[in-house]
């Protein structure tokens, strides 16, 4: 009685032992890993290579494109300031002393700048304005107005230019530049004006 009582754990380790070695742990099966192709990468790399090259070929191309116009843009804006100037130089009003008709130094230069494009457009034809202040007879003015665009026309003409180009005329004081009975006011209306009245549509600069 008491050694089978002893025996019983023994017989049930064993029983244990015989049940876990005969039923063991099943495995879990490993991942499966995906199959690299590496002819697929390089052609994916290479077709991604010709874009970036074809990108960046397109983005010079458009660039020297954009420089190209900005630089014509840039050289239609100088010519037209170059002509701008030139027809400023040309119109560019002179002054005179109170009852004078002579060339002033001031005026001097300014007549001097007009020569080279005269010289340069020999189409161009002018007309030349005397104008006084509101001093003095409106006969007396306008004499006075003719004397001073007679002036600068001789003044022209002794420089080169044929004096069929430069027509004179005299409004006297009839057209003021600025109102008012003081020296300041005076002073801008004692002027002689130019105006192109032909070849002023194509104006050739000097040493073009």
Not at 95 to 104: H, K, L, R, V
Not at 123 to 141: A, C, K, P
Not at 149 to 160: D, F, M, N, S
Not at 199 to 204: E, L, P
Request: aromatic residues 4%; contains cysteine; neutral net charge.
């Amino acid at each position: 009685m008491f050694r089978l009582s002893r025996s019983g754990p023994m017989l049930l380790v064993a029983a244990v032992v015989l049940t876990t070695t005969a039923c063991p742990r099943r495995q879990q099966p490993p991942t499966p890993q995906p199959t690299v192709n590496q002819d697929s990468i390089d052609a994916a790399n290479a077709a991604r290579a010709r874009q970036d090259s074809i990108d960046a070929a397109e983005r010079a191309r458009q660039a020297a494109a954009d420089a190209a116009a900005r630089a014509r843009q840039d050289s239609i804006d100088a010519a037209a300031r170059r002509l701008a100037e030139a027809r400023n130089t040309l119109t560019a009003m002179i002054y005179f002393e109170y009852d004078q008709s002579e060339i002033t130094e001031q005026s001097r230069a300014s007549l001097d700048a007009k020569l080279p494009l005269l010289n340069a457009n020999t189409g161009l034809r002018m007309r030349v304005t005397g104008h006084t202040d509101n001093r003095g007879s409106d006969e007396y003015n306008i004499a006075l107005g003719q004397r001073r665009a007679e002036t600068v026309k001789r003044y022209l003409v002794q420089r080169g230019i044929d004096a069929s180009r430069i027509e004179t005329v005299s409004r006297g004081e009839e057209q003021p530049v600025a109102q008012g009975d003081d020296e300041s006011a005076w002073s801008q209306n004692r002027r002689a004006e130019f105006e192109i009245t032909a070849g002023g549509d194509n104006i050739v600069l000097p040493g073009a």
